[in-house]
């Protein structure tokens, strides 16, 4: 499993980082906080699941969703925020947001979620491959 963390604050980072560690040992978690990082990261052949800040100091969330949809049509995107109103919210699912978490009590729920997304993502790459096959 490939993750890909965006967020700049290095407090938060940090936090989630250790847990999804801690709650998928054999994934690769890589971190972009800048755009710099971003652009490197986007020129991976793929990802699983990225997980995204919604205030960002150099974009939003809604800007890497955008990006990371055009690069990347089958991950997952998960998004934090510590204050997006429901119409930001509205506009990122319209977009292909798979979940959202608040800051900071979506810290706990985090790992769920992100085991749901993975297991939605190898369902849809298992139908995906089946329907290969039988074409």
Known sequence: MYLLLVEDNPTDRMVI??????????A??????????MNEQ???D??????????LGWSDGLS????????????????????????????AFKHGLYHYLLKPDGFDELAAVTGAA??????????????????
């Open 118 to 135: 993975m297991e939605s993502k190898r369902r849809d790459d298992f139908n995906e491959l089946m329907a290969m096959i039988v074409n």
């Open 64 to 91: 890497i969703l955008q990006r990371v949809r055009e690069r990347w049509p089958r991950s997952r995107v998960i998004m934090l925020t510590g204050n997006g109103g429901e119409e930001v919210m509205a506009g």
């Open 42 to 44: 986007l020129k991976r």
């Open 46 to 55: 793929g990802c699983d699941i990225v997980i995204t800040d919604y205030w």
């Open 17 to 26: 980082e250790a847990r999804l560690r801690h709650a998928f040992p054999s």
């Open 28 to 37: 690769q978690i890589m971190a972009a906080d800048d755009p710099i990082a």
